[in-house]
């Protein structure tokens, strides 16, 4: 439409063009109608190159612009013919615009229309696919029906294959198995009451416990009755001994006055009776009931195999009547279900969880305590035993840790430990300081050797012999300052060289003070009080038969130099050694 509409107004503009051409001969307005006409050639090429159509119109506009501004008489004409064809063109542009989003919308529509019924083809192929995944699905459950149900049938008889279903041996040795189990059970079925009887028994206990409490209750009331009485029964025999006498009346009145402020509620004395009623003795029950009552419900748990209950129950016995080596022996002769606790084991558990303050397990529990718990790697058990105070400690306690230390190397240090303290206890300073050097503190060790009172040299000798160390023996036979050494050197290398298994050790000893020089080895010697010129000899002729004739030869001549000379040794004991040197 706009195509047509633009042709006329061009050619309209053309005639008026020719017509001007004929009324205006002016030379200024040919050369401004040349320039127009260029103008609008070269807009119009630039518009063909672009492709852009509705710019057209304003190149026509632009002209009108031009005409109107060099015209002069006929310049408002211009302007309201310009204004009406700019309406024209806006109209035509407006329409234009509106038949392209009408274009646009119905695009959009039809998309939206081809999407969904894109969506919709695919939600049914999706429907398709569900059902065939169902379908799928149950399938697969059948199937695994079926191998469920054949896995099943994989075995005829409980307990047995389907192989030694069809083998007539097997099958008699199942069946003997079971007739043993069912005698077992029968056997064990004498020794147990019905439910009926059970339930009597348990009713009966009730109603025993019930008078108890009552007993009890009614005991806490006589008590606080009778500690009032007798105030009031002091009070008034001292009243009756005072002169000036106070009026009876009034004693009375500050009498019951004291007692509401003195007495005790119901909550607090039935409190203090429960605390008294465990260590004092029953009233109003017949004790050696109780007792033959305790005693069989624990062998009726201990008979049961419910060994844990048995061990718990014996442990809180009444007067620990069963806290004894006896009840021990019986939870040892017997064996606990597969996988769970040795029933002596829980028996020792329970008497040392169950075991008052202030007091100890004695010495043979304790022992088997020690053992037990160390079988069952329950260390834990004994630490807390230990550092509570809870066992009497014995030389046996202390051996079974050290002998645990050597065979289990990852609980060493802390069983070797443990025993230190059981020797200290004991009072065994040569096993307590042979534990301590086999934990490694060499200097503790040594330390504790020098102030010990009740140490020898045989039992420094014994502790280097079943630990042996050469920074523990240097530190023994180095002389203290201001003093002997702990061990004298000449009987340890003596007694160390007479023992093939010892030898090496005193032999190291020797080097190393050789390796110090002949002031080293020689002021050794001359502060050795305690060795006699015969003990070095042994060393000098052992040394000899060891093949370490430099070793004989050093302390030879050590000896040697002091024979016929003044005393080198700083105490008069020392003199022994110059004064019986070699002839």
Not at 422 to 437: E, F, H, M, P, Q
Not at 460 to 480: D, F, G, H, I
Request: hydrophobic letters at 40%; aromatic letters at 6%; proline letters at 3%.
């Amino acid at each position: 439409m706009s195509v047509p509409r633009n042709s006329s107004c061009s050619s309209l503009i053309i005639e008026d063009r020719c017509s001007t051409r004929d009324i205006l001969i002016s030379e200024s307005d040919e050369r401004f109608f040349r320039s127009l006409d260029e103008f609008i050639e070269q807009e119009k090429r630039f518009l063909r190159g672009s492709g852009e159509e509705p710019a057209r119109f304003s190149i026509y506009s632009c002209v009108f612009d031009k005409v109107i501004g060099r015209a002069t008489a006929y310049k408002r004409l211009l302007l309201t013919i310009k204004a009406e064809y700019d309406d024209v063109i806006g109209t035509l542009q407006r329409r234009q615009d509106e038949a392209k989003a009408a274009q646009r919308t119905l695009a959009a529509s039809t998309s939206h229309s081809e999407s969904l019924m894109s969506c919709q083809r695919r939600a049914a192929q999706l429907r398709e696919r569900i059902c065939v995944i169902h379908k799928e699905t149950a399938e697969l459950q059948e199937e695994m029906k079926r191998q469920k149900s054949s896995q099943e049938q994989c075995t005829w008889i409980p307990g047995l294959t389907v192989g030694e279903s069809a083998d007539p041996e097997a099958l008699d040795g199942h069946l003997k198995r079971l007739e043993s189990h069912r005698a077992a059970l029968l056997e064990r079925k004498s020794h147990r009451v019905s439910l009926e009887v059970k339930a009597e028994l348990d009713g009966k206990l009730q109603r025993l416990k019930d008078h108890r409490d009552q007993l009890s209750t009614k005991n806490i009331r006589l008590k606080v009755l009778y500690k009032r009485l007798t105030s009031v029964s002091d009070r008034l025999s001292s009243w009756e001994g005072d002169n000036p006498q106070v009026p009876l009346e009034k004693l009375l009145g500050s009498m019951l006055e004291n007692i509401r402020q003195s007495s005790v509620t119901e909550e607090e004395g039935r409190f203090i009776d429960a605390n008294l009623f465990e260590h004092e003795e029953p009233t109003g029950v017949d004790e050696s009931k109780l007792l033959e009552e305790y005693l069989s419900r624990f062998i009726e748990l201990f008979d049961s195999a419910e060994y844990e209950e048995a061990a718990l129950h014996a442990a809180r016995s009444p007067r620990g009547v069963l806290r004894n080596l006896d009840i021990m022996e019986m939870f040892q002769d017997v064996k606990g279900a597969p996988g769970s606790a040795p029933p002596l084991f829980l028996f020792l558990q329970a008497l040392l969880v169950t075991l008052p303050a202030g007091e100890k397990l004695p010495a043979a529990l304790s022992l088997q305590l020690v053992r037990s718990s160390l079988q069952q790697g329950a260390t834990r058990l004994i630490t807390h035993a230990v550092n509570y105070d809870k066992l009497t400690f014995s030389e046996d306690a202390g051996d079974t840790l050290t002998e645990h230390a050597q065979e289990s190397p990852v609980v060493a240090d802390l069983c070797l430990a443990l025993a230190t303290t059981v020797y200290s206890a004991c009072g065994l300073d040569r096993k307590t300081a042979l534990t301590i050097c086999r934990r490694g503190f060499i200097h503790s060790a040594a330390e504790f050797i020098d102030h010990s009172q009740d140490l020898t040299a045989d039992d420094c000798l014994w502790v280097l012999y079943r630990s042996p160390s050469l920074a523990l023996l240097q530190l023994l036979t180095t002389p203290q300052p201001g003093g002997a050494a702990i061990l004298s050197m000449g009987v340890a290398c003596s007694t160390l060289l007479a023992d093939p298994l010892q030898q090496q050790l005193a032999l190291q000893l020797l080097d190393s003070f050789v390796g110090e020089g002949r002031g080293g080895l020689e002021e050794v010697i001359l502060q050795d009080s305690s060795s006699s010129v015969d003990e070095w000899t042994v060393v000098t002729s052992l040394c000899t038969e060891l093949n370490r004739a430099d070793l004989s030869q050093a302390v030879l001549s050590i000896l040697l130099d002091q024979s016929g000379t003044g005393v080198m040794s700083p105490d008069p004991e020392g003199a022994r050694l110059m004064e019986h040197v070699f002839l």
